[in-house]
């Protein structure tokens, strides 16, 4: 496996090789599938949105709805315009969504599609319908980006600032799963906060079985929830990299404030949230939270010794990264990579800034890296664990290390998209997998008389 | 109103006028039907279709264990044809480049300033880190625009660094499906590789695989009973497929064209090129496979092919003999709908006659009219301008490596009674009310459901859980949901007991919960309560 993977690192200026990213619009996409009865669409080649709908409906096992203006060489000379004119006809007719959220593409942004003036000049959008779009050049940032920019997209088109605020708070819960969001709401649910979540694809990509198939699930934030957004009191962006773009575009347009928080993840990101929450609805921390928060605390001293100071490599988003960082320092674990490929040097300050708080040295930490690079310093010097996405399962298996999966994509197992990550829950759940993983390894590899029955 | 017309009722009057010719509705009457194929979509509609990239390098070249396959654009295309398309490979010396992503991660300044000064570092950094034999480098959609000259990197590449190295210009835009993408990979297989190699054509059995990509191992099925009966197979195109081996793919004998769609272009060129003749196998289905087998062991009319023929033929019969009466008695009766890729739909459909199962609609994503109509409707197809700016490569016979097979006697009486250089398309194995749809979409697939309520519905991931939630179970033919081989004797077991499984798994009892068909809450109300005299309680 990988066998043609040098261990000596080499400079690379051009090549990426294995990436641990991909292109803004899959991210642009998900973010549209959050707000309810939305179609996505994408202004490209049939391809772009043909690959996105795969990875999210791989990813999900869930049906990934989503839409393309099917350019070909004719509409790559003309301009895009008439294609997507008539793409938003034919969704109006066809699939009836109650907006559309437009999305670019490479090939889009090559030739200068001007999707302002497009929108504007569409003559045939129904009453009381709505097309909204935003810009994700696939050759800057990365699927993090394209998410922000599309929450972005939204708001601009949408959210408005009434002269009375609504007494809400907004909550963006960064690129996570369902199953995160539903648990950062069943939180704010406890901590009796009135909230709007944007976007929330819980009740979307998580839709349970039914005697029917239904286009639109429940799920979603709504239209009305996206303009009030502009009349909150304040807004949580949940990861920093990937949400605070967005929270500044609302502050810009609206004048909400904004508090940048880390994804939940761990013991302190999560009082981190709680505490946000508390301070906004002026309510206590329950003692249904509180025993949860004990429990996670209990396991953890209970379980240290299969993982302390154990070694582990994690990629994938950046603010996934550094969330699950935070809680394997918490669980005093090193985390000896921390790597994402998507380019953003924050992600490094605050990689950096983690470890230094723990006072642990010798770690790497990079953005805008690849997988390639990641094996070359795992040959170099081998960790006990990796965390992260699918695509590390190569790494993994050249170099015999136990993998736990954390983050987007994972194309190659079930139900992680239900079970959240985040909160002393899912930070419970994460501490399950890590132990589990490398039990399992340390009984594979006993000898017969080494192998213990009571652990 | 009859099913073809219901579909089409929903649309405005513009989208009808399109999407009419490519809905046909198909009888027993014996008259021939056109459909409408290999044009453009309706932009909105939620079509399955890919894009000329993933034809070129998801499907055609992806699979060359042994090429460095670098991607030419952002980071998108790249990442997503890494790994995702199940054409499994081996590398002998372990070095296997399909474990890859090879890109040049284009950046805003790439775009703006031109890509050739990047592409040309990335192909350096490739030559020092991986030492290839050879690089492919596939365009996707801004290149095209930038106007990089990526054929003159080649070029560059080939002095500079002694590599063998290819560029396709497979921008996602051009054509209308992923069909472009195979035409442009053939171009360059054909105008660059094919007959590279040194080897001299003068075997006796040797075969080339065309259209075999090695999904689930179905190509390792094949070639296990080719080898068996006595053939050499030189080269497979392209699954499990690699550089050292398809540049000698000059020394076969006979091409055995598997997928008709994405590769009978190279069929074609090396009939021109090198008098090498084919024929249209199927190794899916077993009825399918006994008659490819013998068919190819008619072309080459030696005693010792058929007896070894027959033998493979009966001992491949017996061994699956339990099996495929269980899986017989189990699906015969069940009926299916079909859509995917550009031949799959009809090879599929031979083996679901063999268990019985009764396929109610079929369709494409990406074929051409030929597919749909056979072969002998190629002279009349017109070419639009998506068509026309594909470039239509004509080949020389090349003396140096022309050789002759079988006499043209054999080759007459052969095409009488073979497919040997003919393709005989769906709609001849369809009829009896059943409905073709081209580029068929969501809105499409639902209605057909709804419609037809097959028993079970082959397609892919996109629609997979659409179907599955509209209460019909479904299985990927793109990726045959992580199982296989499905190919020959075997494999057509393997789909059996997958398709049985699929539709009879428990989980489809339980939709729905018993509270909407039995009371939860138990009490008395009304009259009851009061005669009880529980008001006055």
Request: hydrophobic share 35%; glycine share 8%.
């Amino acid at each position: 496996m990988l066998d043609a993977t040098p261990k000596e690192v080499s400079e690379r200026k051009a090549l990426r090789v294995n990436p641990c990213k991909t292109c803004q619009p899959v991210g642009a996409m998900y973010a549209a599938l959050g707000v309810h009865r939305c179609m996505p669409h994408s202004h490209g080649s049939q391809g772009c949105c043909s690959y996105h709908r795969t990875f999210l409906a791989r990813h999900f096992k869930e049906p990934a709805i989503a839409t393309t203006s099917s350019f070909t060489e004719g509409a790559c000379v003309f301009g895009g315009g008439s294609n997507l004119k008539k793409a938003v006809k034919n969704i109006f007719d066809i699939y009836n969504p109650d907006i559309i959220a437009v999305h670019t593409t490479c090939l889009s942004e090559t030739i200068g599609d001007d999707l302002n003036s497009y929108i504007q000049q569409l003559e045939n959008v129904p009453e009381g319908k709505i097309v909204v779009h935003t810009n994700t050049p696939s050759y800057a940032g990365s699927h993090v980006t394209g998410f922000g920019n599309m929450m972005s997209g939204f708001i601009k088109y949408l959210s408005k600032a009434d002269a009375v605020k609504n007494g809400k708070i907004g909550i963006f819960p960064g690129f996570v799963n369902p199953g995160d969001m539903r648990e950062m709401k069943r939180i704010a649910g406890l901590m009796k906060t009135d909230y709007i979540m944007f976007p929330d694809t819980s009740g979307v990509l998580d839709a349970p079985m039914k005697d029917h198939y239904e286009m639109y699930p429940k799920g979603g934030t709504k239209i009305e929830e996206i303009v009030a957004l502009g009349s909150c009191e304040k807004v949580l962006a949940l990861g920093e990299v990937t949400c605070a773009p967005p929270a500044m575009t609302l502050k810009s347009k609206c004048d909400v404030d904004f508090d940048s928080l880390p994804l939940p993840i761990g013991i302190e990101a999560t009082d981190k949230y709680v505490m946000a929450l508390s301070h906004f609805a002026k309510t206590e921390v329950p003692i249904a939270l509180e025993d949860e928060r004990g429990q996670l605390v209990d396991v953890i001293l209970d379980a240290h010794p299969n993982f302390n100071k154990k070694t582990v490599a994690i990629y994938g988003d950046p603010d996934t990264v550094l969330g699950l960082a935070s809680l394997v320092l918490e669980m005093g674990m090193v985390p000896k990579y921390l790597l994402t490929g998507t380019p953003n040097e924050e992600f490094v300050k605050k990689g950096q800034a983690l470890l230094d708080k723990f006072g642990v040295e010798g770690c790497k930490v990079k953005a805008n890296g690849d997988l390639f690079e990641l094996h070359q310093w795992i040959k170099n010097d081998k960790v006990d664990l990796m965390i992260g996405t699918t695509h590390g399962k190569y790494i993994a298996r050249a170099e015999d290390i136990p993998l736990v999966r954390a983050g987007f994509p994972i194309l190659d197992r079930y139900v992680h998209s239900y079970m959240p990550l985040v909160g002393y829950r899912g930070a419970m759940r994460l501490l399950e997998l890590i132990c589990n993983a490398l039990m399992d390894r340390r009984d594979r590899d006993a000898k017969d008389e080494d192998f213990e029955l009571v652990m | 109103m009859n099913e073809r017309e219901r579909i089409l009722d929903k649309y405005s009057a513009r989208v009808f006028k399109n999407r009419k010719d490519h809905i046909v509705e198909l009888d027993d009457s014996g008259m021939p039907k056109q459909i409408a194929a290999n044009s453009r979509s309706v932009p909105g509609l939620m079509v399955n279709r890919g894009c000329c990239y993933a034809g070129c390098k998801g499907v055609v070249l992806g699979p060359l264990h042994d090429v460095v396959v670098l991607t030419h654009g952002p980071i998108g295309c790249g990442y997503y044809s890494w790994g995702t398309r199940r054409n499994k490979g081996r590398a002998e010396d372990g070095r296997n480049f399909m474990q890859y992503c090879f890109s040049t991660d284009m950046q805003e300044p790439d775009i703006v300033f031109g890509g050739e000064k990047k592409l040309k570092q990335a192909i350096k950094e490739i030559v020092e880190i991986f030492h290839p034999e050879c690089i492919m480098i596939c365009s996707t959609c801004p290149v095209g625009l930038i106007g990089d000259d990526t054929s003159a990197v080649a070029k560059w590449a080939e002095e500079t660094y002694k590599v063998k190295c290819v560029a396709y210009s497979c921008e996602g835009y051009k054509g209308v499906s992923q069909s472009a993408g195979h035409h442009i990979a053939n171009n360059g297989l054909m105008k660059h590789i094919i007959g590279s190699g040194e080897a001299k054509p003068d075997k006796k059995f040797a075969v080339n695989i065309l259209g075999e990509y090695n999904i689930g191992g179905d190509g390792w099925e094949s070639e296990r009973l080719l080898k068996l009966i006595g053939y050499e197979v030189i080269s497979v195109f392209t699954g499990d497929g690699s550089y050292e081996k398809i540049k000698n793919a000059h020394v076969a004998n006979l091409n055995l064209l598997q997928c008709h769609r994405s590769i009978s272009y190279i069929a074609e060129m090396m009939k021109t090129k090198y008098n090498i003749d084919w024929i249209k196998i199927n190794f899916i289905g077993i009825d399918e496979t006994i008659r490819s087998l013998r068919e190819v062991a008619a072309y080459f009319n030696d005693p010792g092919i058929n007896a070894r023929t027959e033998e493979v033929i009966a001992s491949e019969l017996e061994e699956i003999e339990e099996d495929r009466e269980y899986y017989r008695e189990k699906l015969t009766g069940k009926t299916a709908g079909i859509f995917v890729g550009g031949s799959r739909s009809h090879h599929y459909q031979n083996l679901l006659a063999d268990f019985g199962i009764k396929t109610l609609v079929a369709g494409y994503e990406f074929a051409h009219r030929d597919d749909y109509e056979g072969r002998e409707v190629i002279p009349d197809i017109k070419l639009d301008a998506d068509t026309k700016n594909i470039e239509q490569l004509t080949v020389e016979p090349d003396n140096r490596y022309y050789h002759l097979a079988i006499d043209k006697e054999h080759f007459d009486a052969l095409k009488e009674k073979t497919d040997l250089e003919y393709y005989a398309g769906m709609f001849k194995d369809m009829g009896d009310g059943t409905i073709t749809v081209d580029d068929f979409n969501h809105y499409e697939t639902e209605k057909l459901l709804e419609l037809f309520k097959p028993d079970i519905f082959y397609s892919g991931i996109k629609d997979k859980y659409m179907i599955q939630k509209s209460g019909t179970p479904s299985r990927q033919l793109h990726s045959y949901d992580y199982s296989g081989p499905y190919a020959c004797f075997k494999g057509a077991i393997n789909f059996a007991r997958d398709t049985y499984m699929s539709i009879f798994t428990p989980a489809w009892n339980y939709i729905t919960p018993p509270w909407y068909s039995k009371p939860t809450l138990e009490g008395r109300i009304g009259a009851e309560a009061i005669a009880g005299g529980e008001q006055n309680a």
